[in-house]
Every structure is written in structure tokens, then in C-alpha cells.
């Protein structure tokens, strides 16, 4: 039977996002669930489309009307997934691919018990630091936070159905794709 629902795991910088919107763009299968943050815009991002960017207040209005399906704390913003993304994709007969924090697999796994788990690895500690910061163009000021924190993530990624190193791009997003049609299948 096909999955309807995918979700990606992995530490910030370990490359989940690029995974997803990459394999959304190829397969039109998927629909990439678009999760709303409290965290400022990157560089190259545009609203609506790697993330809904709004603002503390208007996060803490939609938590307390039941908007979410989960939300968590990440790092030092709020990151949630809405119910009517989920049901927009499946009442197109999509399956929904999701990149999410380690959090927000708990929660999914426990209302979506049939949902299949993919954890991207980084290759080394060092090497997440290294694109943390290639990525950003600086140190962020956050950075022992996030790195204290992916290492709590990947002592997680036992609990996952899969796991995928990503140390060279092109390699790693080949396994990826390949579980993906797989479940799809």
C-alpha cells in the first residue's frame, strides 16, 4: 500500500530540506508540507515556499486554536505543521513529505501511526558545524545550541523505519530517492 505520509528528520544542516524540495520537484507524487516558523527569513528563502515565516503572536494564536497538527520549540523558534496541508495533499491523492524536527516525529508517529521515518545523518559533528556555517554566511549565535542538540537528535535515529548518511550529496540523495519510490510503490 502506498505511504501516505513521509517525514524527514535530521540535525539543522545535515541537508533533510534540500533532500525534500529536491524529490518534491522531481515527483509529482509528493507534496512538500510547508511548516509554519517564528524564525527570521534565510537568505534565498521565500515565504510560502520552504516555510509560512509569522510572527510569535500569531504562532501562539494558532496553537491555542487547535491549528496544528504538532508543534514544538525548536532551538530558539516555534516550527508547526497545520492540519488543512495534510488534508489539501491527501484529498489531491498525494503522499505528504515533510522535513521536521526530531520533536515533531514523536508527535506525528503518535497520530499517524503508518507514517514512515527517514533520518539524514551528517557525516561528522565537524562537518554539520562547518555547513551550520557555510550555510548562514556566519556563525550563528545559536550554534552550540544547534550543535548540542543534533547530537541529541542522532542518538534519536535508532527509532527511525530508515537512515542515510549524507556525505556526498548526489550519493546520499540516491538512496534517498530510492526509499522514497519504494514507498510509493
Do not use: C
Amino acid at each position: 500500500m502506498k505511504t501516505r505520509m513521509i517525514i524527514v528528520a535530521a540535525p539543522s544542516g545535515a541537508g533533510k530540506s534540500s533532500f525534500v524540495e529536491r524529490i518534491t520537484r522531481e515527483d509529482s507524487r509528493l507534496v512538500d508540507i510547508v511548516t509554519f516558523t517564528t524564525r527570521s527569513i534565510r537568505q534565498g528563502e521565500t515565504p510560502g515556499l520552504q516555510y509560512n515565516f509569522i510572527d510569535h503572536a500569531d504562532f501562539e494564536q494558532k496553537i491555542k486554536e487547535g491549528f496544528f497538527v504538532e508543534w514544538a520549540k525548536v532551538h530558539t523558534n516555534f516550527y508547526g505543521t497545520s492540519y488543512s496541508s495534510l488534508e489539501t495533499a491527501w484529498n489531491q491523492g498525494k503522499t505528504a513529505i515533510m522535513d521536521i524536527d526530531i520533536q515533531g516525529v514523536a508527535t506525528f508517529k503518535s497520530k499517524f501511526p503508518d507514517a514512515k521515518t527517514v533520518f539524514i545523518h551528517p557525516p561528522s559533528i565537524d562537518e554539520l558545524r562547518r555547513r551550520i556555517e557555510k550555510r548562514d554566511g556566519k556563525v550563528p549565535a545559536d550554534i552550540e545550541v544547534r550543535m548540542a542538540n543534533a547530537e541529541k537528535e542522532i542518538r534519536e535515529a535508532s527509532k527511525f523505519d530508515y537512515q542515510i548518511v549524507n556525505d556526498v550529496f548526489e550519493k546520499s540523495y540516491g538512496e534517498f530517492k530510492k526509499i522514497v519510490e519504494d514507498l510509493l510503490a
